[in-house]
Protein backbone atom coordinates (compact mmCIF):
# COMPACT_ATOMS: atom_id res chain seq x y z
CA UNK A 1 0.00 0.00 0.00
CA UNK A 2 1.59 3.60 -0.85
CA UNK A 3 1.68 6.26 1.90
CA UNK A 4 -0.84 7.87 -0.08
CA UNK A 5 -3.63 5.17 -0.62
CA UNK A 6 -2.54 4.16 3.79
CA UNK A 7 -2.91 8.19 4.57
CA UNK A 8 -6.49 7.76 2.69
CA UNK A 9 -7.36 4.54 4.44
CA UNK A 10 -7.00 6.71 8.01
CA UNK A 11 -8.99 9.38 7.35
CA UNK A 12 -11.50 7.38 6.30
CA UNK A 13 -11.18 5.13 9.26
CA UNK A 14 -10.98 8.34 11.41
CA UNK A 15 -13.93 9.54 10.07
CA UNK A 16 -15.99 6.60 10.29
CA UNK A 17 -14.67 6.60 14.11
CA UNK A 18 -15.79 9.96 14.68
CA UNK A 19 -19.62 8.84 12.85
CA UNK A 20 -19.40 6.09 15.07
CA UNK A 21 -19.40 8.23 18.54
CA UNK A 22 -21.31 10.94 17.09
CA UNK A 23 -24.17 8.23 16.89
CA UNK A 24 -23.36 6.71 20.63
CA UNK A 25 -23.38 10.12 21.79
CA UNK A 26 -26.79 11.27 20.30
CA UNK A 27 -28.09 7.97 21.60
CA UNK A 28 -27.06 9.37 24.90
CA UNK A 29 -29.12 11.98 24.47
CA UNK A 30 -32.01 9.63 23.55
CA UNK A 31 -35.09 11.02 25.14
CA UNK A 32 -35.09 14.47 23.69
CA UNK A 33 -34.35 14.10 19.76
CA UNK A 34 -37.38 12.61 19.00
CA UNK A 35 -39.66 15.44 20.64
CA UNK A 36 -39.68 18.79 18.37
CA UNK A 37 -36.52 20.78 19.26
CA UNK A 38 -38.29 23.88 19.83
CA UNK A 39 -39.48 22.58 23.21
CA UNK A 40 -36.33 20.39 24.43
CA UNK A 41 -34.96 21.96 27.35
CA UNK A 42 -37.71 24.43 27.84
CA UNK A 43 -39.47 24.65 30.87
CA UNK A 44 -39.04 24.45 34.95
CA UNK A 45 -36.17 21.80 35.38
CA UNK A 46 -37.60 20.53 38.69
CA UNK A 47 -39.63 18.55 36.48
CA UNK A 48 -36.71 17.02 35.39
CA UNK A 49 -35.99 15.27 39.22
CA UNK A 50 -36.83 11.71 40.07
CA UNK A 51 -40.64 12.65 40.86
CA UNK A 52 -40.95 15.00 38.46
CA UNK A 53 -40.91 18.09 40.36
CA UNK A 54 -43.87 16.62 43.17
CA UNK A 55 -43.18 16.09 46.05
CA UNK A 56 -43.68 12.58 46.08
CA UNK A 57 -45.04 9.84 43.21
CA UNK A 58 -48.03 7.75 45.08
CA UNK A 59 -48.31 4.49 43.05
CA UNK A 60 -51.58 2.21 44.07
CA UNK A 61 -51.03 -1.19 44.33
CA UNK A 62 -53.25 -4.17 45.16
CA UNK A 63 -50.65 -6.26 47.60
CA UNK A 64 -51.82 -9.38 45.51
CA UNK A 65 -51.34 -8.10 42.24
CA UNK A 66 -47.40 -8.89 41.89
CA UNK A 67 -47.75 -8.72 38.16
CA UNK A 68 -48.52 -5.01 38.04
CA UNK A 69 -46.05 -3.64 40.79
CA UNK A 70 -43.36 -5.77 38.89
CA UNK A 71 -44.27 -4.45 35.39
CA UNK A 72 -44.94 -0.74 37.44
CA UNK A 73 -41.45 -0.60 38.81
CA UNK A 74 -39.47 -1.47 36.01
CA UNK A 75 -41.45 0.94 33.77
CA UNK A 76 -40.50 3.70 36.63
CA UNK A 77 -36.91 2.39 36.91
CA UNK A 78 -36.51 2.65 33.09
CA UNK A 79 -37.81 6.14 33.18
CA UNK A 80 -35.87 7.34 35.96
CA UNK A 81 -38.87 7.78 38.63
CA UNK A 82 -38.75 7.15 42.15
CA UNK A 83 -42.17 5.42 43.30
CA UNK A 84 -43.84 5.17 47.00
CA UNK A 85 -46.20 2.44 47.50
CA UNK A 86 -49.80 2.94 48.56
CA UNK A 87 -51.52 -0.74 49.35
CA UNK A 88 -54.73 -1.08 47.07
CA UNK A 89 -57.94 -1.87 49.13
CA UNK A 90 -60.39 -4.97 48.08
CA UNK A 91 -64.11 -3.58 48.19
CA UNK A 92 -64.94 -6.89 50.15
CA UNK A 93 -62.52 -5.63 53.01
CA UNK A 94 -64.64 -2.07 53.14
CA UNK A 95 -67.27 -2.28 55.10
CA UNK A 96 -70.43 0.10 55.11
CA UNK A 97 -69.86 1.76 57.99
CA UNK A 98 -66.89 3.32 56.81
CA UNK A 99 -68.39 5.21 53.86
CA UNK A 100 -70.10 8.65 54.11
CA UNK A 101 -73.52 8.56 55.30
CA UNK A 102 -74.93 9.10 52.27
CA UNK A 103 -73.67 6.65 50.49
CA UNK A 104 -76.69 4.36 51.93
CA UNK A 105 -79.32 3.08 49.09
CA UNK A 106 -76.78 4.03 46.28
CA UNK A 107 -75.56 0.66 45.77
CA UNK A 108 -71.75 1.00 45.05
CA UNK A 109 -69.96 -1.84 43.29
CA UNK A 110 -67.35 -3.51 45.06
CA UNK A 111 -65.01 -2.14 42.64
CA UNK A 112 -65.72 1.30 43.75
CA UNK A 113 -65.42 0.83 47.20
CA UNK A 114 -62.11 -0.61 46.79
CA UNK A 115 -61.01 2.11 44.41
CA UNK A 116 -62.60 4.90 46.48
CA UNK A 117 -60.77 3.69 49.58
CA UNK A 118 -57.44 3.39 48.27
CA UNK A 119 -57.80 6.74 46.33
CA UNK A 120 -58.60 7.79 50.12
CA UNK A 121 -55.43 6.48 51.66
CA UNK A 122 -53.31 7.85 49.05
CA UNK A 123 -54.93 11.26 49.85
CA UNK A 124 -54.49 10.45 53.71
CA UNK A 125 -50.82 10.07 52.96
CA UNK A 126 -50.54 13.24 51.67
CA UNK A 127 -52.07 14.57 54.52
CA UNK A 128 -50.54 13.00 56.82
CA UNK A 129 -46.55 13.50 55.83
CA UNK A 130 -47.72 17.21 55.35
CA UNK A 131 -46.23 16.89 51.04
CA UNK A 132 -46.46 20.35 49.14
CA UNK A 133 -48.01 17.70 46.14
CA UNK A 134 -48.08 14.70 44.96
CA UNK A 135 -48.67 12.49 42.08
CA UNK A 136 -51.12 9.68 42.15
CA UNK A 137 -50.80 6.49 40.04
CA UNK A 138 -52.82 3.22 39.62
CA UNK A 139 -50.56 0.68 39.10
CA UNK A 140 -51.48 0.57 34.95
CA UNK A 141 -50.81 4.01 33.95
CA UNK A 142 -48.23 4.07 31.36
CA UNK A 143 -46.33 7.07 29.59
CA UNK A 144 -43.91 8.13 27.23
CA UNK A 145 -40.64 7.71 27.58
CA UNK A 146 -39.95 11.27 26.81
CA UNK A 147 -42.16 12.08 29.88
CA UNK A 148 -40.37 14.40 31.89
CA UNK A 149 -39.97 16.50 28.74
CA UNK A 150 -43.57 16.32 28.13
CA UNK A 151 -44.10 18.09 31.38
CA UNK A 152 -41.83 20.54 31.36
CA UNK A 153 -43.78 21.82 28.83
CA UNK A 154 -47.17 21.46 30.69
CA UNK A 155 -45.74 22.71 33.61
CA UNK A 156 -44.98 26.23 31.52
CA UNK A 157 -48.61 26.31 30.18
CA UNK A 158 -50.48 25.28 33.72
CA UNK A 159 -47.97 28.31 35.09
CA UNK A 160 -49.40 30.47 32.64
CA UNK A 161 -53.13 29.36 33.07
CA UNK A 162 -52.62 30.23 36.96
CA UNK A 163 -50.83 32.88 36.49
CA UNK A 164 -53.36 35.18 38.57
CA UNK A 165 -54.71 38.47 37.09
CA UNK A 166 -53.19 41.54 38.35
CA UNK A 167 -55.41 43.00 41.40
CA UNK A 168 -57.94 45.04 39.97
CA UNK A 169 -57.96 43.19 36.61
CA UNK A 170 -60.19 41.31 35.06
CA UNK A 171 -59.07 41.12 31.60
CA UNK A 172 -56.96 37.62 30.58
CA UNK A 173 -53.35 38.35 30.87
CA UNK A 174 -53.32 42.08 30.35
CA UNK A 175 -51.24 43.14 27.66
CA UNK A 176 -51.87 40.14 25.00
CA UNK A 177 -54.42 39.71 22.52
CA UNK A 178 -54.83 36.64 22.77
CA UNK A 179 -56.82 34.44 19.38
CA UNK A 180 -60.04 33.92 20.03
CA UNK A 181 -60.46 30.34 18.96
CA UNK A 182 -64.61 28.78 18.44
CA UNK A 183 -64.62 25.54 20.52
CA UNK A 184 -67.97 24.91 19.40
CA UNK A 185 -71.52 24.93 22.00
CA UNK A 186 -71.99 28.11 20.52
CA UNK A 187 -69.41 29.27 23.03
CA UNK A 188 -66.04 31.19 22.03
CA UNK A 189 -63.69 30.49 24.68
CA UNK A 190 -60.09 32.18 24.45
CA UNK A 191 -57.01 30.07 23.41
CA UNK A 192 -53.11 31.12 23.74
CA UNK A 193 -50.23 29.43 22.75
CA UNK A 194 -47.53 28.82 25.45
CA UNK A 195 -45.35 30.23 23.41
CA UNK A 196 -47.40 33.92 23.54
CA UNK A 197 -47.64 33.79 27.35
CA UNK A 198 -45.61 36.70 29.15
CA UNK A 199 -43.04 36.24 31.44
CA UNK A 200 -44.64 36.19 34.89
CA UNK A 201 -42.62 36.22 38.07
CA UNK A 202 -41.06 32.78 39.63
CA UNK A 203 -44.61 31.16 41.28
CA UNK A 204 -44.96 30.76 45.07
CA UNK A 205 -45.76 26.39 43.92
CA UNK A 206 -42.97 25.63 41.41
CA UNK A 207 -42.65 23.98 39.50
CA UNK A 208 -46.41 23.30 38.04
CA UNK A 209 -48.13 26.99 39.52
CA UNK A 210 -49.84 28.93 41.80
CA UNK A 211 -52.68 27.54 43.92
CA UNK A 212 -53.88 24.47 42.25
CA UNK A 213 -55.99 21.74 44.01
CA UNK A 214 -56.11 19.29 41.23
CA UNK A 215 -53.89 18.42 37.91
CA UNK A 216 -55.48 15.42 36.08
CA UNK A 217 -52.72 14.08 33.67
CA UNK A 218 -53.73 11.06 33.21
CA UNK A 219 -57.46 9.96 31.97
CA UNK A 220 -59.75 8.42 29.63
CA UNK A 221 -60.64 11.69 27.87
CA UNK A 222 -62.28 15.28 28.58
CA UNK A 223 -64.17 17.70 27.09
CA UNK A 224 -63.21 21.09 26.05
CA UNK A 225 -64.41 23.93 28.10
CA UNK A 226 -66.28 26.11 27.27
CA UNK A 227 -66.48 30.35 27.96
CA UNK A 228 -66.43 31.08 31.45
CA UNK A 229 -70.15 31.52 32.33
CA UNK A 230 -69.76 34.14 34.57
CA UNK A 231 -67.77 36.53 31.82
CA UNK A 232 -64.79 37.83 34.41
CA UNK A 233 -61.92 35.51 33.02
CA UNK A 234 -58.88 35.89 35.10
CA UNK A 235 -57.55 33.23 32.62
CA UNK A 236 -57.84 32.13 29.55
CA UNK A 237 -60.03 29.03 29.06
CA UNK A 238 -56.83 27.05 27.56
CA UNK A 239 -53.65 27.15 27.05
CA UNK A 240 -52.38 25.31 24.04
CA UNK A 241 -49.03 24.03 23.30
CA UNK A 242 -48.44 23.34 19.64
CA UNK A 243 -46.12 21.27 17.46
CA UNK A 244 -45.56 18.55 20.45
CA UNK A 245 -44.41 15.78 18.75
CA UNK A 246 -45.60 13.56 21.29
CA UNK A 247 -49.10 13.86 20.84
CA UNK A 248 -50.73 11.16 17.87
CA UNK A 249 -51.87 12.77 14.98
CA UNK A 250 -55.62 13.40 14.84
CA UNK A 251 -56.67 9.64 13.80
CA UNK A 252 -55.55 8.06 17.04
CA UNK A 253 -56.90 11.04 19.04
CA UNK A 254 -60.32 9.25 19.66
CA UNK A 255 -60.99 8.53 23.48
CA UNK A 256 -62.74 5.66 22.64
CA UNK A 257 -64.07 4.08 19.82
CA UNK A 258 -67.25 5.26 20.58
CA UNK A 259 -66.43 9.06 20.45
CA UNK A 260 -67.66 11.77 17.78
CA UNK A 261 -65.30 11.52 15.39
CA UNK A 262 -65.70 15.47 15.13
CA UNK A 263 -64.30 14.91 18.62
CA UNK A 264 -63.51 18.64 19.42
CA UNK A 265 -59.32 18.47 19.98
CA UNK A 266 -58.93 16.83 16.25
CA UNK A 267 -61.29 19.41 14.66
CA UNK A 268 -60.39 22.84 16.29
CA UNK A 269 -56.80 22.23 16.70
CA UNK A 270 -53.92 21.77 14.44
CA UNK A 271 -52.75 18.10 14.41
CA UNK A 272 -50.18 17.70 17.37
CA UNK A 273 -51.70 20.41 19.86
CA UNK A 274 -51.57 19.38 23.42
CA UNK A 275 -53.87 22.00 25.87
CA UNK A 276 -54.51 22.41 29.47
CA UNK A 277 -57.40 23.77 30.62
CA UNK A 278 -59.75 23.21 33.50
CA UNK A 279 -61.22 20.04 34.54
CA UNK A 280 -64.49 19.91 32.40
CA UNK A 281 -67.66 17.34 33.77
CA UNK A 282 -66.56 14.90 30.70
CA UNK A 283 -63.25 13.74 32.55
CA UNK A 284 -62.84 9.92 33.14
CA UNK A 285 -61.07 7.56 34.88
CA UNK A 286 -58.13 8.34 37.28
CA UNK A 287 -55.36 6.97 36.31
CA UNK A 288 -53.02 9.61 36.93
CA UNK A 289 -53.47 13.32 38.81
CA UNK A 290 -51.23 15.03 41.52
CA UNK A 291 -52.73 16.56 44.19
CA UNK A 292 -51.36 19.84 45.95
CA UNK A 293 -51.65 19.74 49.91
CA UNK A 294 -54.99 21.96 49.84
CA UNK A 295 -55.87 19.70 47.28
CA UNK A 296 -55.42 16.51 49.17
CA UNK A 297 -57.03 17.80 52.44
CA UNK A 298 -59.71 19.39 50.69
CA UNK A 299 -60.65 16.39 48.24
CA UNK A 300 -60.34 13.66 51.72
CA UNK A 301 -62.04 15.77 53.91
CA UNK A 302 -65.20 16.47 51.11
CA UNK A 303 -65.00 12.56 49.83
CA UNK A 304 -63.60 10.71 52.60
CA UNK A 305 -65.84 12.05 55.16
CA UNK A 306 -69.17 13.63 54.09
CA UNK A 307 -70.32 12.37 50.16
CA UNK A 308 -69.62 9.01 48.14
CA UNK A 309 -72.28 8.04 46.11
CA UNK A 310 -70.34 6.45 42.78
CA UNK A 311 -67.08 5.80 41.58
CA UNK A 312 -63.83 7.74 42.32
CA UNK A 313 -63.35 9.82 38.98
CA UNK A 314 -66.96 11.07 38.58
CA UNK A 315 -66.39 12.48 41.99
CA UNK A 316 -63.87 13.64 41.38
CA UNK A 317 -65.11 15.23 38.00
CA UNK A 318 -68.16 16.87 39.95
CA UNK A 319 -65.92 18.02 42.47
CA UNK A 320 -67.07 21.77 41.12
CA UNK A 321 -70.79 20.94 40.93
CA UNK A 322 -73.76 21.81 42.96
CA UNK A 323 -74.02 18.77 44.82
CA UNK A 324 -70.54 18.92 45.68
CA UNK A 325 -70.14 22.71 46.75
CA UNK A 326 -73.52 22.28 49.16
CA UNK A 327 -71.34 19.58 50.96
CA UNK A 328 -68.01 21.99 50.98
CA UNK A 329 -66.83 24.81 53.05
CA UNK A 330 -64.88 25.94 51.01
CA UNK A 331 -61.45 27.41 52.30
CA UNK A 332 -60.87 31.43 52.10
CA UNK A 333 -58.11 33.77 51.28
CA UNK A 334 -57.31 36.84 53.94
CA UNK A 335 -59.83 38.54 52.38
CA UNK A 336 -62.69 36.26 53.11
CA UNK A 337 -63.76 35.42 49.35
CA UNK A 338 -63.77 31.23 48.67
CA UNK A 339 -61.54 29.45 46.73
CA UNK A 340 -63.14 26.79 44.02
CA UNK A 341 -61.28 23.99 43.36
CA UNK A 342 -58.87 25.04 40.95
CA UNK A 343 -58.20 21.80 38.96
CA UNK A 344 -56.19 21.46 35.42
CA UNK A 345 -56.40 18.48 32.84
CA UNK A 346 -54.22 18.23 30.31
CA UNK A 347 -55.73 16.79 26.42
CA UNK A 348 -54.24 14.40 25.23
CA UNK A 349 -53.59 13.13 28.43
CA UNK A 350 -49.78 12.62 29.12
CA UNK A 351 -50.95 9.11 31.09
CA UNK A 352 -52.85 6.20 29.63
CA UNK A 353 -54.51 3.43 30.73
CA UNK A 354 -52.57 0.65 29.81
CA UNK A 355 -54.72 -2.09 28.12
CA UNK A 356 -52.62 -5.15 28.95
CA UNK A 357 -53.15 -9.05 27.70
CA UNK A 358 -54.49 -9.88 30.92
CA UNK A 359 -57.67 -7.93 30.77
CA UNK A 360 -59.64 -5.51 32.96
CA UNK A 361 -58.35 -3.07 36.42
CA UNK A 362 -58.80 -4.51 39.82
CA UNK A 363 -59.27 -1.16 41.06
CA UNK A 364 -61.79 0.21 38.69
CA UNK A 365 -62.77 -0.56 35.55
CA UNK A 366 -62.45 1.84 32.65
CA UNK A 367 -65.23 2.20 30.43
CA UNK A 368 -65.13 2.89 26.90
CA UNK A 369 -65.41 -0.20 24.26
CA UNK A 370 -61.73 -0.48 24.77
CA UNK A 371 -62.35 -3.53 27.31
CA UNK A 372 -63.15 -5.96 25.05
CA UNK A 373 -60.20 -5.38 22.92
CA UNK A 374 -57.84 -8.02 22.56
CA UNK A 375 -54.73 -5.93 21.36
CA UNK A 376 -52.18 -4.77 24.35
CA UNK A 377 -52.05 -0.80 23.71
CA UNK A 378 -52.32 2.61 25.32
CA UNK A 379 -54.36 5.02 24.12
CA UNK A 380 -52.64 8.34 23.55
CA UNK A 381 -48.83 7.10 24.54
CA UNK A 382 -46.70 6.67 21.31
CA UNK A 383 -43.33 5.71 22.51
CA UNK A 384 -45.01 3.54 25.42
CA UNK A 385 -43.35 2.81 28.08
CA UNK A 386 -45.10 -0.67 28.36
CA UNK A 387 -45.17 -1.56 24.84
CA UNK A 388 -41.26 -1.28 24.98
CA UNK A 389 -40.70 -2.28 28.58
CA UNK A 390 -38.63 -5.20 27.14
CA UNK A 391 -36.43 -2.90 24.99
CA UNK A 392 -36.20 -0.13 27.61
CA UNK A 393 -34.67 -3.69 30.22
CA UNK A 394 -32.56 -4.57 27.46
CA UNK A 395 -31.20 -0.89 27.53
CA UNK A 396 -32.55 -0.03 23.47
CA UNK A 397 -32.11 3.72 22.96
CA UNK A 398 -35.15 5.47 22.08
CA UNK A 399 -34.14 5.34 18.38
CA UNK A 400 -35.20 1.78 18.52
CA UNK A 401 -38.44 1.86 20.71
CA UNK A 402 -41.87 1.09 18.85
CA UNK A 403 -44.07 3.96 18.11
CA UNK A 404 -47.56 2.99 18.79
CA UNK A 405 -49.63 6.04 16.88
CA UNK A 406 -47.12 6.52 14.29
CA UNK A 407 -47.75 9.44 11.61
CA UNK A 408 -50.04 8.40 8.50
CA UNK A 409 -47.34 8.06 6.17
CA UNK A 410 -45.07 6.17 8.58
CA UNK A 411 -47.33 3.13 8.95
CA UNK A 412 -46.39 1.43 5.78
CA UNK A 413 -42.20 1.59 6.62
C1 LIG B 1 -38.34 17.06 43.02
O1 LIG B 1 -38.67 18.43 43.01
C2 LIG B 1 -39.72 18.81 43.89
C3 LIG B 1 -40.00 20.28 43.65
O2 LIG B 1 -38.85 21.05 43.73
C4 LIG B 1 -39.30 18.50 45.32
O3 LIG B 1 -40.33 18.84 46.24
C5 LIG B 1 -38.97 17.02 45.45
O4 LIG B 1 -38.49 16.75 46.74
C6 LIG B 1 -37.91 16.63 44.42
N1 LIG B 1 -37.76 15.20 44.45
C7 LIG B 1 -36.60 14.63 44.77
C8 LIG B 1 -36.55 13.14 44.74
O5 LIG B 1 -35.61 15.29 45.07
C1 LIG C 1 -32.14 7.73 33.09
O1 LIG C 1 -30.87 8.06 33.61
C2 LIG C 1 -29.78 7.52 32.84
C3 LIG C 1 -28.50 7.80 33.61
O2 LIG C 1 -28.41 9.16 33.92
C4 LIG C 1 -29.82 8.14 31.45
O3 LIG C 1 -28.78 7.60 30.67
C5 LIG C 1 -31.16 7.84 30.79
O4 LIG C 1 -31.24 8.50 29.52
C6 LIG C 1 -32.30 8.30 31.67
N1 LIG C 1 -33.54 7.86 31.08
C7 LIG C 1 -34.61 8.64 30.95
C8 LIG C 1 -35.81 8.05 30.30
O5 LIG C 1 -34.64 9.79 31.37
C1 LIG D 1 -46.92 21.77 56.64
O1 LIG D 1 -46.15 22.41 55.66
C2 LIG D 1 -46.33 23.81 55.64
C3 LIG D 1 -45.57 24.41 54.46
O2 LIG D 1 -44.95 23.47 53.68
C4 LIG D 1 -45.89 24.41 56.92
O3 LIG D 1 -46.09 25.82 56.93
C5 LIG D 1 -46.67 23.78 58.07
O4 LIG D 1 -46.20 24.25 59.30
C6 LIG D 1 -46.55 22.28 58.03
N1 LIG D 1 -47.44 21.69 59.02
C7 LIG D 1 -46.98 20.86 59.94
C8 LIG D 1 -48.00 20.31 60.88
O5 LIG D 1 -45.81 20.54 60.00
Not at 9 to 17: H, K, T
Not at 160 to 180: D, I, N, Q, V
Not at 340 to 356: D, E, I, M, N, S
Not at 363 to 387: K, N
Request: hydrophobic content about 35%; overall charge positive; aromatic content about 6%.
Amino acid sequence: MSHRSRAIVSIACFVAGWLWLASLLRRGDDTSTRLRPQWVGKGPVEVLNSTLGFQKILVINLPSRTDRRDAMALAGAVTNLTFDWVAGVSGDDVPERVLPADSEGKQISTGNKGSWRAHMNALRRVVELNLTSALILEDDADWDIRLKTQLQVVALASRGFLRPAKSGSSRPLAGHSPEREHLGNGNDATAVSVNDLPAGRQPSMPPYGDHWDVLWLGHCGTDLPSSDPSGVQQQPALVTIPDDETVPPPAHLRPHPFARPDEALRSRFPPHTRVVHRVTPGTACSQAYAVSQRGARRLLWLFGTETMTTGWDFLLRHWRTKKAKTAEEPSRTRLGVPVPPVCLAVQPPVFGHHYGKGGGSDITAPGGGYLGSEREMTPYVRLSVRMNLGKLARGDGISQLADQWPEPDETDR
